[in-house]
């Protein structure tokens, strides 16, 4: 089944360091996005990218980077330059043509939850 | 910019009774309105979406949501809850020949037995 897969689950980073989160996508989908949620606070939107080897800063995109190598894959890498890195990290896809219903609209992860220790 | 405003940021709801979420979007011609739920420590889960005909959408898991023009609003409703459906609902929003979603805030459903 086609789906999108964020690793590890759970991480730790300890002070000073960088640290990266997976998200691989196999639907083939264009557009890939990373969100950090905090409680009450939704969705805040870190970075997305449209096409490889392209990607843009989203509202909170200080302290974070990211790659688009592949088309599967947009992984996150947290830096040591993030000062509050603890909250819930989701990475979501979805297309960008095509103009039936079934284009519209995001598939997510199911997360990964970074605590500093 | 468009935008998509919950209202609510939590609900207390008894097992068995209606439910009623509120979503209010920014003006925009022709929106795309969605909504998703996230259980606990979960990604989100698409519910239901809209883009033209019927107002009334059905979704998943028992779950409808109605579109109003004049009101600028995309209510989700359960005529009756289940312990289950305690999650955070998010309300979200594309315009025509955009795919990026913008999101609410999110409204917190707990179920009280």
């Known amino acids: 089944d086609g789906g999108i897969t964020q690793s590890p689950k759970y991480l730790f980073r300890k002070e000073g360091q960088n640290v990266t989160l997976s998200c691989e996508q196999n639907l083939n989908h264009d557009a890939m996005y990373w969100y950090r949620q905090d409680p009450g606070q939704g969705l805040r939107l870190i970075y997305y990218?449209?096409?490889?080897?392209?990607?843009q800063k989203g509202d909170i995109a200080e302290g974070y980077s990211v790659s688009r190598e592949k088309k599967e894959s947009f992984p996150l890498t947290v830096t040591s330059a993030q000062k509050n890195p603890t909250a819930f990290y989701l990475c979501a896809s979805g297309l960008t043509s095509g103009s039936t219903q079934l284009n519209y609209g995001y598939t997510f992860g199911s997360g990964t939850r970074l605590t500093v220790v | 910019a468009q935008s998509v405003t919950q209202p609510d940021i939590h609900i207390t709801v008894s097992e068995g009774a209606s439910l009623e979420l509120r979503c209010n979007y920014s003006?925009?011609?022709?929106?795309?309105l969605f909504w998703y739920v996230q259980s606990p420590g979960q990604g989100l889960q698409l519910l239901l979406k809209?883009?033209?005909?019927?107002?009334l959408v059905q979704g998943i898991k028992g779950f409808e949501a109605e579109f109003k023009r004049s009101q600028s609003s995309f209510n989700l409703r359960k005529p009756s809850v289940h312990w289950s459906d305690a999650a955070e609902y998010f309300c979200a929003r594309s315009g025509a020949g955009s795919y990026q979603l913008t999101f609410g805030k999110g409204t917190k459903l707990s179920v009280i037995p």
């Open positions: 809209y883009f033209s005909g019927d107002t």
């Open positions: 003006y925009g011609a022709t929106p795309y």
């Open positions: 990218s449209q096409i490889v080897n392209d990607f």
